[in-house]
């Protein structure tokens, strides 16, 4: 039973925060712009427990999908299904396990926002098999890794405005870049065994479609911050998050695998600068 635990925890990626941390960034920027600076604190704790679990179930789906590919990727070669340790309808129990629990999280929730959790599922769901169809699966990813956001505004305000929508537009464009640096790392298992990305689609020109990705992250960023009435500390935190997108560019430079994988790991750091200038901001003010 222990074994079966551990086989199941690193399916679900725990050992591997980085992606939970991807989508809790945005999710807690709108909570703290849709609560003024005062979320409730059931609400950000629902937000918080379900991207927990959305996020493990979203690695689950992804490794069924890919089943068939990461036995022959150096990187994902040792995953629990692509080795055996786990069958392929064992994780898909795991995977609605997984959404059980998150639906069971949002019904404490509105009518809204449990409205809105049906997308959210649906987008987990369908993501990874989003490579074998096109060259831009990031964009997929963006959608789904910045729905929490709309979400977020449905359960504190019961309505989901422009600012909302806007905030997502920028999530997408930051997913664009920071998986874009991702797919860099697997680009040449992912021409071999036929999976589409961003990286391949742009070939040379790689790191300008990132650079004018995280350009449109920024004017994102700005722009709602002022729609958000926030100021100094916010546009404090978008200025040095351009510095940590020029640090990314510097690390890319090469497109060495290892120095790739650095610089999207260091978009943490942006969540969470960028979430650091919201909440000062409200306290602040």
């Known amino acids: 039973m222990k074994e079966r635990i551990v086989q199941y925890a690193l399916l679900a990626r725990m050992h591997q925060p980085i992606g939970t941390l991807l989508l809790l960034w945005p999710t807690l920027w709108a909570l703290w712009i849709a609560g003024e600076g005062k979320p409730d604190a059931f609400v950000v704790l629902v937000f918080v427990a379900g991207v927990f679990v959305m996020r493990s179930a979203g690695c689950v789906i992804n490794d069924f999908a890919d089943r068939r590919v990461d036995p022959h990727v150096r990187r994902t070669m040792n995953r629990p299904i692509?080795?055996?340790?786990?069958?392929?309808?064992?994780?898909?129990?795991?995977?609605?396990?997984?959404?059980?629990?998150?639906?069971?999280?949002?019904?404490?929730?509105?009518?809204?926002?449990?409205?809105?959790?049906?997308?959210?599922?649906?987008?987990?769901?369908?993501?990874?098999?989003?490579?074998?169809?096109?060259?831009?699966?990031?964009?997929?990813?963006?959608?789904?890794?910045?729905?929490?956001?709309?979400?977020?505004?449905?359960?504190?305000?019961?309505?989901?405005p422009p600012l909302a929508w806007l905030l997502l537009t920028g999530v997408v464009a930051w997913a664009v870049a920071y998986d874009t640096m991702y797919a860099m790392v697997d680009r040449e298992d992912d021409l071999r065994v036929g999976v589409k990305s961003s990286a391949i689609l742009f070939g040379d020109a790689d790191r300008l479609f990132v650079g004018v990705s995280q350009v449109a992250v920024l004017a994102v960023l700005f722009l709602a911050g002022r729609q958000a009435?926030?100021?100094?500390?916010?546009?404090?935190?978008?200025?040095?998050?351009?510095?940590?997108?020029?640090?990314?560019?510097?690390?890319?430079?090469?497109?060495?695998?290892?120095?790739?994988?650095?610089?999207?790991?260091?978009?943490?750091?942006?969540?969470?600068?960028?979430?650091?200038?919201?909440?000062?901001?409200?306290?602040?003010?």
């Open 229 to 285: 009435g926030l100021g100094i500390f916010h546009h404090a935190a978008t200025a040095l998050s351009a510095l940590l997108f020029l640090y990314q560019q510097h690390l890319i430079r090469d497109r060495e695998p290892a120095a790739c994988f650095k610089a999207f790991l260091n978009n943490n750091w942006v969540g969470a600068l960028v979430f650091a200038g919201i909440v000062i901001d409200h306290a602040w003010s």
């Open 82 to 160: 692509a080795s055996g340790k786990v069958g392929p309808g064992e994780a898909l129990c795991v995977f609605a396990g997984l959404c059980l629990a998150g639906f069971a999280l949002v019904l404490t929730l509105n009518r809204l926002a449990v409205l809105y959790s049906f997308a959210a599922v649906a987008l987990a769901a369908s993501y990874p098999f989003m490579k074998r169809w096109t060259y831009l699966p990031q964009v997929h990813l963006g959608v789904a890794f910045g729905w929490g956001i709309p979400m977020a505004f449905a359960a504190l305000t019961g309505e989901v």
